[in-house]
Each structure stands twice: as C-alpha cells, then as structure tokens.
C-alpha cells in the first residue's frame, strides 16, 4: 500500500464524486443539446458527442486508476493491460467508416433503381 | 547435488533477488490478481467487439432510432422522462463500486466485519441494478412490443403529414429525422378460431369492435402518447389496410402519411418498422452486461460468505480474494460506462 487507510478512504469518496458529476452533466449536455431542457435550443451534434465522449472516457480513467488501483501497481502490469487497448482506436475508425460505406452503397443501388423506372416511361 | 548448484548460482547472482528462480511476483501481483487483470484485458476487447458491431450497424442506416426517444419511461411516471431512468441505473452501479472499493479498503486492514457489511451493500446494489434492467426489458418487450427482430422504434427520413381516419391529411405533421413508435393493435379475441389468419379485413370485426380491443388501442397510446390523440379512439379489430394505417398481421399499426419532402413528394407511405439489427444489438449487449452482473452478485455472496467463515484470514494476504472480486465488479461498472454512452447517450 503506497498511502494508509484514511488517506485511501478519502480518495474513493472523491472520485465516486467526480464520476457522478460527470455523469449528470454528460446527461445534461445530451438533453439540454437535444432541445428537451430549453425548447427549440439545440447545440452541434459534433461538440455534445465530443463531450459525452470525452466524459466516458475520463470516467474510464478514474474507475481503472483509482478504484482498481491500478494508478499504483508495478508499471509492467499497467503497461500490459493498458497498451493493448490502444488496438481498438483503429478497430473503431475502420469499422465505422465500413458502417458508412455500407450506408452510401445502399443509397446509390436505390438511386440507379429510381433512375431505372424512370428511364423505361 | 541439484540444491548445491541452486546454492552456487545465487550466491554467484549476488545483486540479482530471485527474479528467474520463482522467488519473487512478477509485476508485484500475485498469480490470481494479475491472471484477473489479463481476463478483464479479454473481456474489454468482446465488448468492445460488440459496441463496435453496434456502431457500424448504427451508421449503416439512415433510420436508426434516437435513444431519448426509445429509452423515455420512468416507473410510476410514465413516458417523456428521456435518459432519467438509465441515469438513475447509473448511479446505482456507481454507488456499488463505491461500497465496493471501501470492502476491498476494509479487507486491507483485516477488518472482517467492515468486509462483510461492506460487500452486502455491494450486493444489494448490483440485484437492484439488475432489477432496474429487468424493469427496463419489461417495458420495451410488454408494452412498447420490441422483440429481438422487431424494431418498432424507427426515424422518418423524410418529412410528412399523417392521415387522418377518413384517409385526408390530418392537422398533424413531423419533420424529417423524427422518432416514432408503432404501436399495437389487440384483437385477440376478434381472431377467427382454429388460427385461419390471412390479410384479409375482418368486416364484421371493424363494424363492431369488442370494448376489450379498443380498450387496448386507448392503453397503448395512453402508454407512449407519441401523437396517439390523432387516432381519436379509432380503434383496430384486425389486420388490414386502413384509410389511416396500415395494420399487420401482427397487430402492429403502421400509420399512414403523405409525404412532404424529397423525391417521393406527394406519395402516400406507410411507417416501416425500425431497422430489424436494433432489438438484437440492445438486448444481446445489455443482457451480456446484465449477465456479468448477475455472476458477479453471485461470486460476491459466496466470497462474502468465505470471509464470514474466516477462511481469508488463514491466508495472511489481506483478503485478495476480496480484492480479486473488486477489480471484477469495477471492470462491470467500467463497460457500464461504455453501455450508457453508445447506447443512451449518442
């Protein structure tokens, strides 16, 4: 144990804190951007999932780092759970952009479909 | 003669502690706690797996669902609580790992029954959880009639007017990138017997609807409110096609419109269903979550009881086992986090 017990209790009550403040304003932000709080005021979709995003990620943060401890083991171990992890930023980017990809081909088939009828009246 | 040559060899090592001769942990981490770390590694990259087979699905279709819309009911309150209920879940795991992480505190000071009280916090947090989620289920499988391949939460992709009970454009109209939800008609007991169902419209069923079919229709819309005033108690006795919808064999109301915007302007349309991968992706991830749950309530209760028993304190290893448990519950409250932002929050 890198601190004692006191200073342990008081850090846990501290991050529990921080992880439900971040929750209520991400929500906040999703309900506020999306025009529930003040009627007919929305903010760019961009800036609120950059938010959310960033939110989700710095809860992910503390739960691994302060509450699974791992802030304060050997950093081989962290090291070798943590880098790995880095595979799925390329994992996203591709599979979402196939996702997309996926979405312009099924409009363009409709559209030579719609383009087709027409040609033959 | 093999314990002098091990003799030799540390003595020869000299600065060297063990490092190769099993004497000391790698990482500083017993064998059990850095075998859990390696398994949580594995289990992040299949939920990661699954959200991003959420995400692509997600972006290949133009008519997915808007979650404030879909997740919206609050018991007791009814509909129009958008997010309120998840959060509510939220803070309910939160606060486990909380009870959870000063257990694992306690059991660092060998403090027994600070573990016991502790953990049985923990647990009573992730069975109410879990009782959330049932809740949850419940309302989007009873009364909204989403089904792993039925979707009845959809987006109108172009903008519209619906129609009204005599066929003509009613005073009600949505712009393009709306939400809505099909609705569903009972008429079990206006189902001819021996289970001959066809397309066609039952006549004498539509003149005389029974009170238990449109009493149904009335619930329904009660129930959701999205736009139901507009069906002004018409009611639905079998499937078929309407002035005003389009209903299903199924019983499910497709709602008719005349569309206002884009090429199809003009044509009368009836609402599809949602696309068919949602139902499937939400209760496949959020049961695999609930399930985690679920074993981890579990495997709690029998590490609770084992320290009740004593059975840690013969170990002398300040209560890893309760340690090993917490990294486990923290890792689910962890995919939580990423549940509640793919699935709730984008």
């Not at chain 1, 989700?56 to 171990?77: D, N, P, Q, T």
């Not at chain 1, 962290?78 to 599979?95: D, E, H, K, R, T």
């Not at chain 2, 990138?177 to 066609?200: C, D, M, N, Q, V």
Request: aromatic share 14%; net charge negative.
């Amino acid at each position: 144990m890198s601190h004692d017990y006191s200073v342990a209790k008081k850090i846990a009550l501290k991050t529990i804190l921080i992880l439900a403040v971040v929750t209520v304003i991400e929500v906040m932000v999703a309900l506020t951007g999306k025009g529930y709080i003040i009627q007919g005021h929305h903010w760019p979709k961009a800036l609120m999932n950059a938010i959310m995003i960033g939110g989700s990620l710095y809860k992910a943060y503390l739960i691994v780092f302060e509450f699974m401890h791992m802030k304060y083991e050997a950093r081989g171990l962290m090291m070798s759970v943590v880098l790995p992890i880095g595979l799925l930023i390329w994992a996203i980017i591709s599979f979402l952009y196939e996702g997309n990809a996926w979405k312009n081909n099924r409009l363009f088939v409709k559209e030579r479909e719609k383009m087709e009828v027409t040609s033959q009246q | 003669m093999a314990t002098d040559t091990l003799d030799k060899k540390h003595t020869d090592t000299g600065t060297d502690n063990g490092s190769w001769e099993g004497a000391e942990y790698p990482f500083k981490v017993g064998y059990g706690k850095l075998m859990i770390w390696y398994f949580l590694l594995s289990d992040a990259f299949t939920f990661a797996g699954f959200l991003i087979a959420y995400g692509t699905l997600r972006f290949s279709t133009v008519s997915w669902p808007v979650p404030d819309f879909v997740f919206s009911t609050f018991p007791f309150l009814g509909p129009h609580h958008p997010l309120l209920f998840v959060t509510f879940m939220t803070f309910v795991l939160l606060f486990s790992s909380f009870t959870m992480i000063r257990a694992v505190q306690e059991g660092h000071r060998e403090n027994r029954k600070g573990v016991v009280i502790w953990m049985a916090l923990t647990i009573v947090g992730g069975a109410g959880f879990l009782g959330c989620q049932a809740w949850e289920w419940t309302t989007l499988i009873g009364e909204e009639h989403m089904s792993v391949t039925t979707s009845p939460f959809g987006r109108h992709t172009e903008a519209g007017i619906y129609l009204d009970a005599t066929g003509k454009e009613s005073s009600e109209t949505f712009e393009m990138g709306t939400s809505y939800l099909i609705h569903k008609a009972s008429f079990e007991s206006a189902k001819p017997a021996g289970g001959h169902e066809s397309g066609e419209v039952n006549e004498g069923g539509h003149e005389t609807p029974t009170g238990e079919a449109s009493h149904a229709a009335e619930g329904t819309a009660e129930s959701h409110g999205n736009g139901a005033e507009a069906h002004g108690g018409h009611s639905y006795a079998a499937p078929g096609d309407y002035p005003d919808a389009v209903v299903d064999e199924r019983g499910y109301i497709h709602r008719k419109y005349l569309v206002a915007s884009g090429t199809d302007s003009g044509v009368i349309k009836s609402e599809p269903f949602g696309p068919k991968a949602f139902g499937a992706l939400f209760f496949f991830i959020t049961g695999f979550h609930g399930f985690h749950v679920f074993s981890g309530v579990i495997f709690l209760t029998i590490i609770m009881i084992n320290v009740i028993s004593g059975i840690y304190v013969k170990r002398k290893n300040k209560n890893e086992m309760v340690e090993k448990i917490g990294l486990y519950w923290h890792f689910v409250d962890l995919v939580w986090v990423f549940v509640f932002l793919v699935f709730y929050l984008l």
